[in-house]
């Protein structure tokens, strides 16, 4: 997907995450139903299972932003699901010549050259919800489970040889699935409404990489940590 497209598709994404909000018809009262609109600027890296072939190199910034639904289905345990831009990447470098498929052609990357990745993945959770009952104004909450991520759009940056983020679509699996923990605090502005604040750890569970041309065989996956702020509806 190229950049433009990929930029067209976020803003289309995020307008409808705001029609959601905004349609009487959605902000239903049922009892058990409750949106978060979150926002978790994040810190990724990567790990491989070569790491003498295949070095990580540093980490880069990123975030997971979008609207999540927790249906409880008892006072303090709810069912998580959701829609979210999940923005992860990392910086590697390789022990061997590799070749990268990038903007539409082929970009021979020399032995130990730094690479650094950014990949956007449509982002649905799908876990559990656990909530202690309110102190005051303040309650705390742990969820955990699985992240299903569809890939729509890669850049990748060369040291030395890229002066530009490059279109790298190509060398990314379409399709991955990650381990999700995160808890904190949410503070009660009456009513439904609160804001919440915690902290986000997410464990890539799938290869993120088709192998690059002329490089080593791995499984290459991503971490990321992240501080999580959001307003509960």
């Known amino acids: 997907m ?74 303090n345990y709810a069912f998580v699901t959701g829609i979210k831009i999940f923005h992860t990447g990392g910086k590697l470098s390789y022990m061997d010549t590799i070749d990268l498929a990038v903007s ?23 876990g559990i919800h656990l909530e202690s009952v309110e ?6 909450y742990f969820e955990t489970g699985a992240g299903l991520l569809f890939h729509f759009n890669s850049w990748i940056n060369v040291d030395g040889i890229t002066d530009i983020k490059e279109n790298g679509t190509e060398d990314i699996n379409m399709f991955n699935l990650a381990y999700f923990a995160r808890g904190g605090v949410m503070y009660s502005l009456g009513g439904k409404t609160a804001i919440t604040g915690g902290v986000s750890y997410v464990h890539g569970l799938v290869d ?19 501080l999580r702020l959001g307003i509960v509806f």
Do not use: C
């Not at 409808?16 to 990724?44: K, S, Y």
């Not at 539409?104 to 799908?126: D, G, K, Q």
């Open 104 to 126: 539409e052609r082929t970009l021979t990357v020399p032995a130990n050259t730094s690479v650094t990745y950014r990949n956007e993945y449509v982002h649905v959770p799908l």
């Open 135 to 140: 102190i005051g104004y303040l309650s705390f």
């Open 2 to 75: 190229s950049f433009r497209k990929a930029m067209r598709f976020k803003r289309q994404f995020y307008s409808v995450l705001v029609l959601l909000l905004l349609f009487p018809g959605v902000r239903t009262e049922a009892q058990g139903l409750r949106f978060i609109l979150d926002f978790t600027p994040q810190l990724n890296w990567f790990q491989s299972n070569n790491p003498t072939r295949v070095h990580t190199q540093g980490s880069t910034f990123g975030y997971d932003a979008g609207l999540q639904f927790n249906y409880f289905f008892s006072q």
């Open 208 to 226: 993120m990489t088709k192998d690059p041309g002329g490089g080593p065989k791995d499984r290459l996956i991503f971490h990321s940590l992240g």
